[in-house]
Structures are given as structure tokens and as C-alpha cells.
């Protein structure tokens, strides 16, 4: 091996830099970028909770009670891009941000400055997308999925498709960072099947960015020549389809849904064997689950399209291929309960949210199933049936994963513990308001009253009074989170032990608590009791 | 992989990345204030695009200067160049992935929209409803859909320009392995050749691309209004062009660091990078030549 070239280059070997410029802008330090990512994230979160807020105060009541349908549509549809690529997607890269190095031993990100610009891109993306909501003729109002030819419609069409090119490119290097870091920067004596699954997670998560957000900005490029330099690509009298646009993005749109939840089986997976003091059951299995998932990811795409009009065998084979995604998703459902089988399990707020992740999730897996029976979505397509599953899967999925693991590791970044009471009020709200939110919207779908409507008829006034009193009360629960997260970072006297919690297996928890400004300056050497997984080979 | 780390490497902070970010999005939102901008009222938009894309070129130089000394200062271990390759890969395979959605809507178009708008099948009533008449067929005749939009055009024939734009690349590909070859075996001299000829080989791609562009602007009447035939020819044909003006820019620059001596037989991620760069281009276009010119 040729170093001469080992010396490192810190001008802040022992701590973080005191000018904020340098120590927030010109970061290459992955615990920097990762707050900075969590922090956005959570601003995002907020930003597009508000606009959730408008979308239920307009529900409240049938008829047409506070905002424009204009408006009302310009909130669905950020509402749902703010919270994909602004909220779930970077709390997840600044939660891989944090953990991926300490969890495999490595001294930061394989590509520190990429890592800085993958962040540094988005704030200014969303500046973009949100800036279209001030511009005559208002933002994108299409839905997320942006269909032409009604979102060709949209006069701020381009400064959309540029945001989601900048969110993608964001999003593919940090994906390129996350592949390098895990396969290239492991200690040695971390081998792969060795790994937490968090980890596992984020490394088929990462392949899955790569391989489709070129897709998706493959297909926006495609609305932007058809808005703009005059090509028919999603024009029948010219010879194209608009269906094609619809393939393509959910080429795009299927794997993305994983991407979103496939990190949150990782924390799932780390947070109950702590707190259940086990390790995983089936680990080999679950790593295999998330991988099969993965790659079933690629072939379902039409699901979403079966009342489009395909040929009976493509409904049939997406029919199919979706159903056998429940198979690997089970596996994991069930590893889950085993893992708390015969554990002596606590419940700190973390583990609270990740048994309701479990029961929730599954709710969110079973309406998915039945919205993959071609005959069956004849009648839920286009539904609030739709959206009270997807809602399942996305904030009782990969939202309560998202705050499970930043209870879980919150003492572990500021050296302080949160309050636990604080935590279970939380959760306690979080899990009681969201059911009232989301579960009436089963209801609300069966019957007929189709999505992204901003007024709907006097018959589904009640179920839809409950859910917006939900949706208020949900959100409120949410600034109890903000309280309880600036309570700890800034004010909680107690302090916090290197290995937090008691059970807990893992490289993370044997460097100090907060975890220092520099970890792992050389390879660490691991101990049979630091893994969480496998055996230490000598 | 397999080599044991005696310490790690972080890079030192870098005010690039964020003046990456701040380029990027000046180029872009300018850009869309020119797409979106009322006729007539052009110029703000334009003169933004402008400042923002002089500012990603300045930004490129930038930070690559900065890499380039600290890689011949000898900072990078073996560790980073790994990392280095790991990345450069990825990025190929994100490109791959970005001409597959613009293949795959080609495929789609040629397989199933234009066939069904012609009355193929008898799940889609499009045909018999708007247009009876249409025939459906690809290229001159029905390509451009049953309106025929963009009027009458010729396909450009794929055993002119085209043919010879292929082997010009091919060529290019060995000329760039022979460079690579030399470069192992330690012979300055022969990689310039050779690298040389791998750059004007890419300009002259690009020189002919140029003509195939005006020729069919203005002796086949095949625009970019098209139907979808023009669309889909210039589109994937325009990014393939795209990229090969990127990879001879990188090639070229290649050459320079070459003659400044920045390589050695061990030591050669930036050559080895740009040259997977062009191959990739190049089985790009092998599958542009087959599926959009010859088929």
C-alpha cells in the first residue's frame, strides 16, 4: 500500500471550528452535514405539515369554506413534494449521515465534500419549488405525480422540473456517498454480513436512488420540451402517449416508495432488539427481505396505473408482482414480533414508536394489498381509500421510524437525554390523533369520495369532520416533538452515558456520548461485544 | 478492498461544495426565468443563465485545481482512490439510467403508442374515434403522428454521417486504450499522441453531429417539432451529443495534465475515470446508431 500520504489535513483536529461559516457551509464533517440535513428536514416537515393544515381546514366541512380550488390543488401538490424530497427523504440521509460512519467504524463519509454539496443543493432547490407559490399564475397544481398534459398547464412548469433536477442530483450523490462509505470505508473485521441492518438498508436504499431519480429526471425533462421546445413526446396527435409519462414516473415513483421505507425497516430493526435486549431474529433474513423488496420494487410499477387502460396481462402480471412484494414484507413483520418474543422489553419513547410502527405499518401493508387487486382498485383508484394508505405507510411507517430513531440516537448527538415523559406525550398523541386522522379516510375512499378534491359531497361531511379534528391535533402533537427536541439540545441537565440504553449492540455506542467532533482517526478494533451481528473472526 | 488502513484521510473543509450549490442554482433559475419569460422579455433571465453557468465553469475549475494539488501533494491513500473509483462508477450507472428512461420511451412509443394509434389491439379506441385514417408506421411517413405534426420530413440515413460518426468513435475508443496502455507502460510521448487523437477524433464527432443537425433542419424538414420521431431522434441523439462534448472537454483536459506530468503507471485515477466516461459514451451511441438510426 502506497501512503506516504496518511497524515491527515484537519485545521480542527479537536473540535468543530468556531466561525459558522467555515464550520456549517464548508463542512466535510459528516455529524455537521448530518444535523444540518435533520434540521432541514424538520423545517421541511413543518412547512409541509402547514400546507397539510390547509388541505383538512378546507375539509373540515363540504363546500367551498376558506381557500380557492386553485390553491386548494397548489397545497396537495406541495404538500407531497415538500414532504418526499424535503422531509422523509433527507431525514433519512442525515440519519445515514450520522450513524453509517459510526455504525462500520470509519472516520466520516467516504466523499466529505460531495456530502456537503448534496446538502447544500437542496435548501436552494426547495427555495425554487416553493417560490412558484408567489409567481402569477401560481405553483405546480397537478398533483406530485405531475401528469401532463394537465400539469403542461402549469405556467411555473420550469422552475419546478429545475428544483427536482437539483433535488436529484442531490439525492444521487448522496446515494454515490452512502454505496462508497459502506463499501469502501468498513474497519476491518466489519464484514458485510456483519453490518447493522440499518446500514444493509441504506446500501440497497442508496442503489435504489441511483438507479431511478436519473429516471425521474429523464421524465421531467421530457414535460419540460413538451412545455417548451415544442416536442410531442406526451401528444397522441403528434404520435406520442401521455401514458408514457406515467410509465416512466412510476419506473421512478414505485422504487421511491421504498426508498422511503426501506431505511425505516433499518431503524425498526435496530431499535427493538435494544429495547427487547435479543438480537434480531432471522438477521441473514431480514437482509434478504430488504433486498428482495428491493428488487420487486422494479417491476410493479404499473400498479398505479391499472385503470389506465393496459392489456389484461400487463394488469395481471403487476397484480401478481405486487402481491408477492407482501411475502419479503411479512418475513420482516414477523422477525419483528419474534425479535420481542420472550424479550425483556422496556418502552422508552423510541420503542414505543417502533411497536407502532409495526402494528400501523402492517394496516398500511394490508390496504396496499387490497389496492393490488386490479378488480378491487377499479373501485379505491384515485380514492381517499388511496390516501389513508399510502399516509399509513408514509407517517406511521417512515415518519414514526424517522422520530423512533431520533429518540433513539438524540442522546447519542447531544450527550443528553431527552424527557422521557415529554417523549411518551409524543407518542401518545401522535399515535391516538393519527388514527383518528387517517383511519376515517378508509371509509371516506370506499365510499366514493375521490382525492385531491378541495369541496365533496354533504354524504362524507362527517367522517371528514373527525379526520381534520385528527389532522389539528396530529399536527399540534408535533410541536410537543419541537419541544421536547430543543429541551434536550439546549436545556436537559442529564446527561447522557456513552451506551444510552442498555441493550443496546453496536459500534455507535462505544465512542463517547455526544458523539466528538472527530471519531475513528485510525480503524478501530472491534470486539466481539460491540457487534450487533455475527462473530468477531480473528 | 483488502488493504489494511494505517489512519484515515478527511479532506480539509472546502468552501466549493457551497459555492457549487449557489452556481447551480443561479444557472437553473435563470434558466427558468427565460423559459417562463413573457415574449419580448428576455434579457434578465438570459443574463442570469449566463452569470450562473460562467459561475459553474469558474466553480469546476475551482475545485478540481484544488483536488489536483492535493493529489499531487500525495494526500490521497490508496483508500480514497478507491472511493474516487467507487464514485466515478455510480455516477456511469446514474448516466446509464438516464438514457434508459429516454430508450425506454423511444421502445414504448415504437412498441405501443404508435401501433395502438393505428388501430392495433383493441384496447384503445383512440383510432377509431379521432383518427381512422392514420397508418400507423415509424420514420418518415407516420412518425411524426396522425397529425402530422411539424409537416412531411426525412429521416436522416443511417449509412452516411452517421456510419462514419460511428467508426469515428469506435477509433476513438482504441486510440484512448492505447493512450491507457502507454500510460502503464510509462511512455509520455505515445499518450499524447494518442489522447490527442482521442480529442480531435471527439471534435470531429461533434463536427459532424453539427452538419446532421443542420442538414436535417434544413434539407429534411426533421425539426425537434417533429411528432414524437423528432423528438425522441433529437432528444436522445442532443444528450448523447451532450455528453460527448463533456467527455472531449474532459479528455482535453486530460491531455494538458498529461503534459504537465500529473500521472504516473500507479497513480491515474482522473485518466483512468474519463476514459470509462468515453466508453460509456460510446456504447451509448452503438445503441443510438442501432435503435435510432438503423432500425
Known amino acids: 500500500m502506497s501512503h506516504a500520504a496518511t497524515h491527515d489535513q484537519h485545521d480542527d483536529h479537536h473540535g468543530a471550528p468556531k466561525n459558522f461559516f467555515q464550520r456549517w457551509c464548508m463542512s466535510t464533517n459528516h455529524k455537521d452535514i448530518g444535523t444540518l440535513y435533520l434540521i432541514f428536514a424538520l423545517t421541511m416537515f413543518f412547512i409541509g405539515g402547514s400546507f397539510a393544515m390547509v388541505i383538512r381546514a378546507e375539509l373540515f366541512k363540504p363546500g367551498l369554506q376558506l381557500v380557492q380550488p386553485y390553491f386548494f390543488n397548489e397545497m396537495t401538490t406541495l404538500h407531497a413534494l415538500v414532504m418526499i424530497f424535503g422531509a422523509i427523504m433527507p431525514a433519512f440521509v442525515g440519519l445515514g449521515n450520522w450513524m453509517i460512519p459510526l455504525m462500520v467504524g470509519a472516520p466520516d463519509m467516504a466523499l466529505p465534500r460531495m456530502n456537503n454539496l448534496s446538502f447544500w443543493i437542496l435548501p436552494f432547490a426547495f427555495t425554487l419549488l416553493l417560490s412558484t407559490l408567489f409567481m402569477p399564475g401560481g405553483s405546480a397544481a397537478g398533483g406530485w405525480t405531475m401528469l401532463p398534459p394537465l400539469s403542461l398547464q402549469s405556467s411555473s412548469l420550469a422552475y419546478t422540473v429545475f428544483a427536482i433536477h437539483l433535488m436529484g442530483i442531490s439525492s444521487i450523490m448522496g446515494a454515490i456517498n452512502i454505496i462508497a462509505t459502506i463499501l469502501n470505508m468498513r474497519a476491518p473485521g466489519m464484514d458485510l454480513l456483519k453490518m447493522p441492518v440499518f446500514v444493509w438498508s441504506w446500501l440497497i436504499t442508496a442503489f435504489l436512488l441511483i438507479a431511478v431519480m436519473p429516471v425521474l429526471a429523464g421524465a421531467v425533462t421530457m414535460l419540460l420540451t413538451d412545455k417548451y421546445f415544442g416536442t410531442n413526446f406526451f401528444n397522441p396527435g403528434g404520435g406520442g402517449d401521455p401514458v408514457l409519462y406515467q410509465h416512466i414516473f412510476w419506473f421512478f415513483g414505485h422504487p421511491e416508495v421504498y426508498i422511503m421505507i426501506l431505511p425505516a425497516f433499518g431503524i425498526i430493526s435496530e431499535v427493538i432488539p435494544t429495547f427487547s435486549r435479543k438480537p434480531i431474529f432471522g438477521y441473514k433474513a431480514m437482509v434478504f427481505a430488504i433486498a428482495s423488496i428491493a428488487f420487486l420494487s422494479f417491476i410493479v410499477w404499473a400498479h398505479h396505473m391499472f385503470t389506465v387502460g393496459l392489456p389484461l396481462g400487463a394488469d395481471i402480471f403487476f397484480m401478481y408482482a405486487t402481491m408477492l412484494i407482501a411475502v419479503p414484507t411479512g418475513v420482516k413483520v414477523f422477525n419483528w414480533v419474534s425479535t420481542m418474543w420472550g424479550g425483556s422489553m422496556t418502552f422508552e419513547t423510541p420503542m414505543l414508536f417502533a411497536i407502532s410502527f409495526v402494528i400501523l405499518f402492517t394496516i398500511g401493508g394490508f390496504s396496499g394489498l387490497m389496492l393490488a387487486m386490479v378488480p378491487a382498485d377499479f373501485q379505491y383508484h384515485d380514492t381517499y381509500f388511496v390516501v389513508a394508505h399510502f399516509h399509513y405507510v408514509l407517517v406511521t411507517g417512515a415518519l414514526f421510524a424517522i422520530i423512533s430513531a431520533t429518540y433513539y440516537w438524540l442522546p447519542k448527538w447531544t450527550g443528553r437525554m431527552y424527557s422521557e415523559f415529554w417523549g411518551k406525550v409524543h407518542f401518545w398523541n401522535s399515535v391516538i390523533w393519527v388514527n383518528v386522522l387517517f383511519f376515517p379516510q378508509h371509509f371516506l375512499g370506499l365510499a366514493g369520495m375521490p382525492r385531491r378534491v378541495p369541496d365533496y359531497n354533504v354524504a362524507f361531511a362527517n367522517f371528514n369532520m373527525i379526520s381534520s379534528i385528527g389532522g389539528f391535533l396530529f399536527g399540534a402533537s408535533q410541536l410537543i416533538f419541537l419541544g421536547v427536541l430543543i429541551h434536550c439540545v439546549f436545556f436537559s441537565k442529564k446527561r447522557a452515558a456513552d451506551r444510552v440504553w442498555e441493550g443496546a449492540k453496536g459500534l455507535e455506542w462505544t465512542v463517547p456520548s455526544p458523539a466528538p467532533h472527530h471519531t475513528f482517526d485510525v480503524p478501530p478494533v472491534i470486539h466481539e461485544g460491540d457487534l450487533a451481528h455475527g462473530h468477531v473472526n480473528d | ?295
Open chain 2, 1 to 295: 478492498m483488502g488493504q489494511q488502513h494505517d489512519a484515515y484521510f478527511v479532506p480539509a473543509k472546502s468552501y466549493w461544495p457551497f459555492v457549487a450549490a449557489v452556481v447551480m442554482f443561479t444557472t437553473v433559475f435563470g434558466a427558468a426565468h427565460w423559459l417562463n419569460a413573457e415574449p419580448g422579455d428576455t434579457g434578465f433571465g438570459k443574463t442570469v443563465l449566463t452569470i450562473g453557468f460562467v459561475g459553474v465553469l469558474a466553480m469546476f475549475f475551482g475545485w478540481f485545481r484544488s483536488v489536483i494539488r492535493e493529489s499531487l501533494a500525495g494526500s490521497y491513500n490508496s483508500q480514497v482512490d478507491t472511493s474516487f473509483r467507487m464514485g466515478m462508477m455510480w455516477f456511469i450507472f446514474s448516466e446509464v439510467m438516464f438514457f434508459g428512461a429516454f430508450f425506454g420511451a423511444l421502445f414504448y412509443i415504437r412498441m405501443f403508442s404508435v401501433p395502438w394509434l393505428g388501430g392495433e389491439g383493441r384496447g384503445v379506441l383512440t383510432h377509431e374515434f379521432l383518427w381512422s385514417h392514420y397508418a400507423a408506421s415509424w420514420g418518415a411517413d407516420g412518425g411524426n403522428g396522425p397529425q402530422h405534426v411539424g409537416g412531411a420530413f426525412h429521416t436522416v440515413a443511417a449509412w452516411g454521417l452517421p456510419l462514419l460518426n460511428t467508426l469515428i468513435l469506435l477509433s476513438s475508443s482504441v486510440t484512448v486504450t492505447i493512450a491507457h496502455h502507454a500510460l502503464r507502460a510509462g511512455h509520455r510521448g505515445k499518450i499524447l499522441v494518442f489522447l490527442g487523437l482521442t480529442v480531435l477524433l471527439g471534435a470531429l464527432f461533434l463536427n459532424f453531429q453539427a452538419h446532421e443537425y443542420i442538414e436535417a433542419y434544413r434539407e429534411l424538414n426533421l425539426t425537434l417539432h417533429s411528432g414524437v420521431y423528432g423528438a425522441t431522434f433529437f432528444l436522445l441523439t442532443g444528450f448523447h451529443g451532450l455528453h460527448v462534448t463533456l467527455g472531449t472537454i474532459m479528455l482535453a483536459v486530460i491531455w494538458f495534465r498529461v503534459l504537465k506530468g500529473h500521472f504516473n503507471k500507479d497513480h491515474h485515477f482522473g485518466f483512468e475515470a474519463v476514459a470509462w466516461y468515453w466508453h460509456f459514451v460510446d456504447v451509448v451511441w452503438l445503441a443510438l446508431f442501432m435503435f435510432v438510426y438503423i432500425l
